[in-house]
């Protein structure tokens, strides 16, 4: 007579030690290398300009950017003049030493980058820079 063989059973769990392990790895290669960006700003051409001056404080710098089509932001809002006076009279009433940034296009219509010093004038910050190029 034929010799039977039993049949092994075959083991289907995976094995879920490790899976902890795993899930942190890639917990950490994700917080590692992802990026965030912290200031996007306008797509804007600066002016260009014969002498400029480095500021070195960058956190006591407010900016405001006016693009070619003559819209004023604020951290990435479009406001007003009106509304960035009152922005920028908040802020200089926390920290008086406060200097406004002011990064328009070369394009920008005069009128606009009018109202922003005007609005500038209203909150009373008196430090303002004109972010430019050099010339080449």
Known sequence: MGTFKK??????????????????LLLIFFMVSTVFKTEQGLKIILPEAEM?????KRRDVRHVWVNRA?????????????????????????NPGMIVGIRADALAPYTVVNDVLAGCQLAGAFRVQFATTTEK
């Open 7 to 24: 049949k092994t059973r075959v083991d289907t769990e995976i094995p879920a030690s490790s899976m902890a392990d795993l899930a942190f």
């Open 52 to 56: 400029t001056v480095k500021i070195q």
């Open 70 to 94: 003559g819209t004023i932001n604020v951290d990435d809002l479009p406001m007003s003049s009106f509304k960035m006076a009152q922005i920028l009279n908040g802020d200089l009433q926390k």
